[in-house]
């Protein structure tokens, strides 16, 4: 099993440019989370690896970044980032545009399209939605790490062939 390391400048980085797209819509962490990690889950779907690499947790409301709150102080502290309330929502608010040339184009439209994704939707919806599809998140605990090639289980039914193979396998060796 693959195991990749952190690019904390890539996740900076990332962190900057989701909340600089998306000041206007005053995003609070549900729709940040969901979109760092279905970025880096689609990335290893469609790219081969995760852009950031960062650690995600399974909380009640979907899949979370480790690294998140303790890199978004320090990025407080720099002056990169402020964080406000809006409503019960805690907004990241970027105070630099991100240095995108860490990134690839395709790195850059994948993230681009995650955030099209859940744009404009209620962060229970966007919740939801993410315990839907993050195959991991349905298979750990709370507070436990939800592995990211997990995103690579398909949670498509089984056509009636594979399932007719799979009776005839079961009655073939018992199962």
Known sequence: MADWSQNTAKLR?????????????????????????????FALQHLGEPITGARYQKLPL???????????????????VEVEMA???RVTRALRKPDMSIF??????????????????????VSDASHDLSPGWNLVEIGEDIPLQSQLISTAPP?????????????????
């Open 13 to 41: 980085e990332l962190i900057l440019f989701i909340a600089d797209r998306c000041a206007d819509e005053k995003v609070g962490d549900v729709y940040l989370n969901k979109v760092l990690f279905f970025s880096d889950a």
């Open 62 to 80: 979907g899949p979370a970044a480790r690294p998140l709150v303790p890199l978004r102080n320090d990025m407080i502290d720099d002056g990169d």
């Open 87 to 89: 409503g019960k929502r």
């Open 104 to 125: 690839s184009d395709e790195e850059v439209k994948l993230v681009e399209r995650v955030m099209d994704l859940f744009r404009g939707y209620s962060a229970t919806v």
């Open 159 to 175: 056509s009636p062939e594979v399932l007719r193979r799979g009776r005839e396998l079961a009655e073939k060796f018992g199962w």
